[in-house]
């Protein structure tokens, strides 16, 4: 155990993962060098001399390393790096197009740090291990053969042991130098490429929002799948009793149960569509403009549904959210009068004006829901939850023996 804690990072896998982070900087490293290094020798007659040269050539290319790291790829890669290499320090950040200059300049820091860093460490990796190379024969021959010609003569014998020990500790304690340096730049990387505080602030805005357009989904198909359901199961039973008695009365049940189950489908099909994210889903949504056709399959369930609407010539002026919106709280409202008092008369008022509507359904009492079904609650929770979002106001409870539903929406230029 107490040697584990010393021997950690040499036998980790992390410290590898670092040391080839490094080693790619050092790769990317190397066409910066070869353009300091053919820049060079193209200068040497116009400066006064070669180390003035090699100067300007070495600034140069240090001037082309920071112009290249404001490349979008340049990010994409480094990003996709240190995502792999140095364990994900930035969980959540997208390293796609930069979305202003304070990130442009931090992702170019870490992209210099990262190459800086990586030559240093390359340089080291390919020195050290080729001096051992050649070191490794020079206790039995005395000679060490750096270049033909020019040997470097050491004793023989134990007494020169040390040199290919030394390179060997070299290349062990590497190992720790990469460790070390790669948690540096992995540190580094959280300040440079982590999100800043507006960039949370916006990743939790758009989380927000994709959890209310979810929250929206769920009441969409609660609410036109569970009238669906409940125009079906009406129908399906009372098609079942007069299969026999009534041919004509079960065709018209077996139609609305097809109509009905029509448009639940199409209904579904576009909430999928939204969480596919495919065009073909995003059909426009029921309304205000299809009030007749929901009035015509609640009958069709058996309901006897007295409609009046006031004010139809204003229903085209109604904005698409608050048609849409109210059009679905009326649904609910049928469903609710189909499943929990059954075949008994609604009345429905809609009352369009020029900066306000008004829905106002009522039914009598008559204590009968749907086989199998206990109710759930959140069919008045969800009608709440959307006349909130209008900044509405919606009372539901029962009046002179029969229940009723009022809800009110602003709309217009006074909204």
Known sequence: MSLRRPLGPLLSKVTYRRWVYLILGGAISVPYLLFAAILIPSLVPVVASASNAAVFGLVAAFVVTIASSFIPAVRALEGVAVRELLDDPVPGVVFGPASGWPVRLRSSAMYLLHVAGGFGISLVSLLVPVGFGFSVAAPFTGRIELSAGSPIVVPKGWVSAWIPALFLLGIVLLAYVAWAVGGVLR????????????????QLERRTEQL??????????????????????????????????????????????????????????????LLRDEAAGRAPQAGLAELPALLSATRLAGADVEAEVRGEALI?????????????????????ALRHAGKVPVTVLVEVGEDRLDLRVSNRLGGVSVPGRDGGGRGL??????????????????????????????WGKRR
Request: glycine fraction near 6%; hydrophobic fraction near 45%; charge should be negative.
């Open 187 to 202: 540190r580094c990387s959280v300040a440079l490429l982590g999100l800043s505080a507006a960039d949370r602030i916006t």
């Open 212 to 273: 209310a357009e979810r929250n929206r989904l769920a009441r969409e198909l609660h609410d036109s799948v569970g009238h669906a359901l409940s125009v079906v199961t009406i129908q399906a039973g009372a098609a079942r009793r007069t299969l026999r008695t009534d041919p004509e009365f079960t065709e018209q049940a077996l139609g609305a149960i097809e109509e009905s189950a029509r448009a639940a489908l199409d209904d579904l099909d576009h909430v999928l569509g």
């Open 381 to 410: 929770r969800g009608m709440a939850e959307r006349v909130e979002v209008l900044g509405g106001t919606l009372s539901a409870g029962l009046a002179d023996e029969r229940w009723e539903v009022v809800v009110t929406v602003p």
């Open 316 to 336: 085209a002026d109604v904005p698409p959210v608050v048609s849409r919106e109210t059009y679905r709280i009326l649904q609910e409202c049928l469903t609710n």
